[in-house]
């Protein structure tokens, strides 16, 4: 694999920087459109996200079409240095065309149509729907596709939802046909022989509704993966003429980060480059570290979208959102660690929504670079100004990646099954914080992590942890078999290996599918416990870990038997107490760990460490890290770039030994002890260390 990609488009060799920016709003100012060119200057913006929502200004009647403002807006770019981000305006369809084809309107799950308004109110099957928004492409495909501004095209906005109509009902059933070939099979794979529903025709089918059938959970996770599949298949509808007539050009979808409505890692093959939109709420009652944690997790998942191509940081904000339950601003120093902090997870850019606030509706008060003031003398303009200037020196980090010896499985199949079983307390299910607690160790330690799914190829990586892995797909046993019998070491959890891919459970006892082997253990029962509960689990005297004393357990706690995996740790009460918490199975040249309980953060990092530690995983930095600080790296191959970041309010001081770095914002050399302010961050270059 690569070190470094080519940039996002050969037309800028440099980092990105800029947001959505909407001059359709400002048609009747054009003034105002002068002094956005000024303001994006001093604030070192590049690139801007046009068209986003601009249907009925670039289309205002079927088929009569004005792109002069557009034109005007493309030609003021480039003739500033900057790029245009293209947007296709999809995201929300003009009124006329509601009018005139109802068909369009997405139908809710209780069969209601719904009105015109919002946006993402369409039906994505109807044929209607696909040809004008191909018509509409193809006319910016044809207008802009050799302007020197056309950077990226930036396909709809946000794809969310569903529609339940019965142009959807009939693509659905010809969905199932494909993948099932007869009834039999699907009412085998969905277990419909359960309260007699059994389908005899085709037509029987429907979509999942409340009103309806939504208890068969064959059928609900068949529906989530005909969803997604539907809006690739729009998106690449919706993609065929820019292909056609601007093949060089690449193409992105905003992605919204854990969104669950939609399997990003399926959707991601269909882009050219990745790109998500980043909301976090800074500054609340549990403190930025545990935060900071989470939305790592996720430029990590984007990272790895792509196999570790650099992502786009599409939408972030640089003061307060709108719709936040507490409207806090980001303290000083925050904003650039925050955008700084994509940047260090793989990100080749930083983006805003949005550039100038809206005068009116539902956004006029979500936070942007320029504010109803209207100048640059603001103290969030000066912030993103900052960032400005800082991305201009981090042009030899464009196209760097990561490439880290340890992978957290966050699948969104499995997760489905998760959320749509009638099995665990609702409030114990907790799939994706799991996986975030699993990632957070190493996080803290400074060790650069893979977040991966199911379908990835294990084989490059160390340690591969796959917390609450329930649903086994395809071929996923036989890899982490593979994995462990080649050398590899393997963390799996309490509810792990519980059903296939159509949500069956495996009898014979679990875990099935052949982990049972390569655990050592068969999972008898699950203990669920009420929020107040607890357990412990008790180290073993001269446990493999080196690990003593005991630790809180709470939720959930798995009565498992040992088959020949060694016992690291018992539970310390109740009727299982003395029985495995924890085992570890020696399989082929690697090892298998089996972590039977909801255990306690303190456990988590103590395992973790020593798995660092047993491995030789060699954090970004060697020296340990004060809490709410971490390091991250993106590298070359010949250059290793450091990112440490301060994510607690106080100043924190990092003892880098002998190492030798070039401070990149300050341009100057740093050895021995890097001090770090509140929110403060240093990006430091080093030679790239020997492997």
Known sequence: MTNRYPPINPKCTSMLHGGDYNPDQWIKTPEIWDEDMRLMKLAGCNAMSVGIFSWTALEPQEGKFEFGWLDT?????????????????????????????????????????????????????????????????????????????????????????????????????????????????????WWAAFWSHTCTDWSQIESPSEIGEHCVHGLTLDWKRFVTDQTIDFFRSEIAPLRELTPDVPVTANFMGLYPGLDYWKFAKAVDVASWDNYPSWHGPDGDTPLAASISFVHDINRCLKNGKPFMLMESVPSTTNWMEVAKRKRPGMHLLSSMQAVAHGSDTVQYFQWRKSRGSSEKF?????????????????????????????????????????????????RWAIDGMQGLGRHVRKYVETCIAHYRPFWSKGVPVDVIDETFDFSSYKLLIAPMLYMLRPGVAERSRSFVAEGGTFVTTYWSGIVDENDLCFLGGWPGDGLREVLGIWDEELDGLYPDDRNRIVMTEDNALGLAGEYDVRELCGLIHSEGADILATYGDDFYAGRPALTVNAFGRGKAYYVASRNSDEFLADLCGRLIADLDIRPVIEAPLPVGVTAQMRSDGVDEFVFLMNFTAGEQKIDAGGESFIDMLAVEPVKGDIRLEGYGLKILRRPARAT
């Not at 900057?82 to 006329?96: D, E, I, K, N, Q």
């Open 73 to 189: 807006i493309m030609d003021k770019l480039a003739e500033n240095s900057a790029f245009a981000v293209l947007a296709t305006p999809s995201g929300a369809r003009p009124a006329w065309l509601s009018r005139k084809y109802p068909e369009v309107l997405r139908v809710r799950p209780d069969r209601g149509r719904n009105l015109h308004g919002h946006r993402h109110n369409h039906c994505l099957t109807s044929p209607v729907y696909r040809e004008k928004t191909a018509i509409i492409n193809r006319k910016l495909a044809e207008r802009y596709k050799d302007h020197p501004a056309l950077l990226v095209w930036h396909i709809s906005n946000e794809y969310n939802g569903e529609c339940h109509c019965e142009l959807c009902r009939a693509a659905f059933v010809n969905w199932l046909q494909r993948k099932y070939g007869d009834l039999d099979a699907l009412n085998q794979a």
């Open 366 to 414: 979500h936070g942007a670079v320029v504010d109803h003031v209207g100048h640059e003398n603001t103290r969030v303009f000066r912030d993103v100004a900052g960032v400005g200037e800082a991305l201009k020196k981090l042009d030899a980090i464009v196209g760097t990646t990561v490439r880290p010896d340890v992978a957290v499985i966050c699948d969104w199949e499995n």
